[in-house]
C-alpha cells in the first residue's frame, strides 16, 4: 500500500469550457476521468471534477494517491479580468541610463490600476559587455523599502539593465530589501524570469509580483480541496508553461510561468498516448482550438516576445496558434450564401444549447453529428433536418480552420504527423490536407489532464556570457549545472535530474557575446 500511495497520481486541467480530471495508477494506466464544467470562479469547477473521478475509484483506492496536479488558468483570469492581483513596487535599476522611457509606459491603465502600482528608478546596471553603467547606491534602495513598507506594498519586482549578462546589481538590491522587509517578502527577479529584451523583461517581472497572492490562493485551495475528500499528506504541483510541472513553493515564487499551461498539458498528453516525440499537436475544446508543435517530446517554445493581458513580455512561452473553433462554434449562413463557423461559441453550454442535445443553436458539433461523424454525442437525429448544403459548407469551413492552422505552425513544406486531442476533436476528419498521418489517440478527451498527471519537472536557464572572460565550454558546464539546479528546486528528483536541451547562440552585435539557453527535466520525488 505504502508503495502504491507513493505512485498514483491525480491529475486536473483547467480549460475555457471544461475542467477535466484523472487519476493514474501506479503503472501509469487510466483508473478514472471526467470533464466538468469550468467554473466562473474556477475552483468550483476543479472541485467537481475532482469528487467525480474519486468517486468512481471508492475513497479506499484513493487513499492510494500520492501526487495531485493542476493545470490551472487562474493567474490568466487575474491579468485577463484585472482582478485579484497584488500592490505592487517596481523597482529599475538604470539611472541615468533609463530615463527616455518609463516603467510600464504602453501598458493599459485599468491594469496599472488593480496592480495599484508604483515604479522606482535607483542608480546601477550594466551594460551589454557587464561593465556597469553606475554604481548601485544602496541608500536608494534602502528607501525604496521604506516606501514599500508605510504604503503597504504586497510584493517588489526587480529588474536591472542587461542582468541576463550580469545580475550582481538584481542579487544585492534583493539582499538589501530583504534586509529591510524580511526575508519571507516576496521579490521577483527579472533574470529569473524573462531573457534579453529590458522592457519585455521588466514587464514580465511586474505581471509576477502582481500574481504571488493568486498563486498562494489557488495552492491553499487546492490543498483543502483535496483534504475534504480525504486525500492527504500528498506532493502538490502546478503545471508550467513548458509541459512539466513545479512544486508549490516554486510555483509561489514563478506563478506566471504557470499562464499557457493548458495547451501544453494537452501536447504533453498527445505524447504520451500516442508515443510521438515530434509532431504536430490539435488540441480541439468546446471554444477554441490550440495548435502546437511537439519537439523532442515537449512542446515547441516560442522565439517571438508574447502579449499577455495587453502587455508585451519575453519569458518563456509555448509557441501556439489559436483559432476560433470548438464543439460549440456557432454556425451561421450570410446573405451571400457562405457559411461562417465561430468564432463566437455556447462554450461550455454546448450540452444544452445545441441541436443534438435539445437546444436551438447550430453549433459545430451538430454539423458533425449530421454528417454521422459524431457517434454517441446527443442524439443526432435532432440535427438531420439541417439544410444539407448548409451541412456541407460548414464541415468544408471547419477542416479548412483545422488544416490552415496546422499549416501556420510547420517550419517546411513537407507533410508532418498530426495528433488530435480534445474533447471537439471529433470535429476533425480522418485526414487533412499536409498531414502525413492523422492520429486520434485513445482518452483523447482528457489528453489535457492526462499531460499533466504524467509530466516531469523542469528547471531553464538562460543567460549572456563573455567568452573572453568564460570560456564557451565552461559556460556551457556552468549553464547546464544552474538548469539542473532550478529542476531540483522545482521538485525534481535529483538523482533523476538530466539536460535535454542546450543552445547557444552567438550574438555579434555584442562583440563576443554568446546566449546560452538550457533546459533540464527530471522525476517526481518519490
Not at 182 to 205: D, H, M, T
Not at 218 to 227: G, I, P, Q, R, V
Not at 413 to 427: N, P
Amino acid at each position: 500500500m505504502a508503495e502504491e500511495k507513493r505512485t498514483w497520481r491525480l491529475g486536473i486541467d483547467v480549460g475555457g469550457t471544461n475542467t477535466d480530471a484523472v487519476i493514474i495508477d501506479g503503472d501509469l494506466n487510466l483508473v478514472a476521468s471526467t470533464k466538468s464544467p469550468t467554473t466562473e470562479d474556477v475552483m468550483g469547477g476543479i472541485k467537481a471534477a475532482m469528487h467525480e473521478v474519486v468517486s468512481q475509484i471508492g475513497l479506499e483506492a484513493a487513499a492510494n494517491i500520492g501526487f495531485a496536479m493542476l493545470g490551472t488558468t487562474h493567474c490568466t483570469n487575474a491579468i485577463v479580468e484585472r482582478r485579484r492581483l497584488n500592490k505592487v513596487a517596481a523597482l529599475r535599476i538604470g539611472a541615468p541610463a533609463t530615463t527616455a522611457i518609463s516603467c510600464m509606459a504602453d501598458w493599459p491603465e485599468e491594469l496599472k490600476s488593480a496592480m495599484r502600482v508604483r515604479d522606482f528608478l535607483v542608480h546601477g546596471g550594466h551594460e551589454f559587455d557587464g561593465r556597469e553603467i553606475s554604481a548601485l547606491i544602496e541608500d536608494e534602495i534602502r528607501e525604496v523599502a521604506r516606501v514599500v513598507r508605510e504604503e503597504g506594498f504586497e510584493s517588489v519586482a526587480v529588474t536591472s539593465v542587461f542582468s541576463p549578462v550580469s545580475d550582481a546589481h538584481e542579487r544585492r538590491a534583493v539582499e538589501v530589501l530583504r534586509a529591510e522587509l524580511g526575508k519571507e517578502f516576496p521579490i521577483s527577479v527579472s533574470s529569473e524570469i524573462g531573457s534579453l529584451g529590458f522592457l519585455e523583461r521588466e514587464n514580465a517581472s511586474i505581471l509576477n509580483a502582481a500574481l504571488v497572492d493568486v498563486a498562494r490562493t489557488t495552492a491553499d485551495s487546492f490543498e483543502e480541496a483535496l483534504a475534504a475528500e480525504g486525500i492527504v499528506d500528498v506532493a502538490v504541483y502546478l503545471g508550467q508553461n513548458d509541459g512539466t510541472l513545479m512544486s508549490v513553493d516554486y510555483a509561489k515564487r514563478y506563478p506566471i510561468f504557470t499562464i499557457a499551461c493548458g495547451p501544453t498539458n494537452s501536447i504533453r498528453g498527445a505524447s504520451f498516448l500516442t508515443q510521438e516525440k515530434d509532431a504536430i499537436v490539435v488540441d480541439i475544446g468546446g471554444t477554441t482550438t490550440d495548435v502546437g508543435v511537439l519537439s523532442h517530446g515537449f512542446p515547441r517554445e516560442s522565439m517571438v516576445a508574447v502579449e499577455i493581458g495587453d502587455v508585451r513580455t519575453n519569458f518563456r512561452m509555448p509557441d501556439l496558434v489559436s483559432v476560433g473553433l470548438g464543439g460549440g462554434s456557432i454556425v451561421r449562413r450570410a446573405e451571400d450564401g457562405s457559411v461562417a463557423v465561430g468564432p463566437d461559441s455556447v462554450g461550455f453550454r454546448v450540452t444544452r444549447d445545441a441541436l443534438v442535445f435539445g437546444g436551438d443553436v447550430v453549433t459545430a458539433t451538430d454539423i458533425v453529428a449530421a454528417r454521422g461523424l459524431a457517434p454517441g454525442v446527443g442524439d443526432a437525429s435532432l440535427a438531420s433536418s439541417l439544410d444539407a448544403d448548409l451541412v456541407e459548407r460548414g464541415y468544408a469551413e471547419i477542416v479548412r480552420i483545422i488544416e490552415d492552422a496546422v499549416d501556420a505552425m510547420k517550419t517546411s513544406a513537407g507533410d508532418v504527423k498530426v495528433v488530435l486531442v480534445g474533447g471537439g476533436s471529433i470535429l476533425a476528419p480522418e485526414a487533412l490536407e499536409g498531414a502525413s498521418a492523422v492520429l486520434r489517440p485513445p482518452h483523447f478527451g482528457v489528453a489535457n489532464a492526462i499531460g499533466s498527471a504524467i509530466a516531469q519537472v523542469s528547471g531553464q536557464i538562460a543567460k549572456v556570457f563573455s567568452l573572453s572572460e568564460t570560456p564557451r565550454a565552461q559556460a556551457i558546464e556552468e549553464s547546464k549545472r544552474r538548469a539542473c539546479d532550478e529542476a531540483i528546486a522545482a521538485g525534481a528528483d535529483p538523482a533523476t535530474v538530466e539536460v535535454i536541451e542546450v543552445e547557444d547562440i552567438p550574438m555579434a552585435y555584442l562583440g563576443d557575446a554568446l546566449c546560452i539557453r538550457v533546459k533540464a527535466v527530471g522525476d517526481l520525488m518519490l
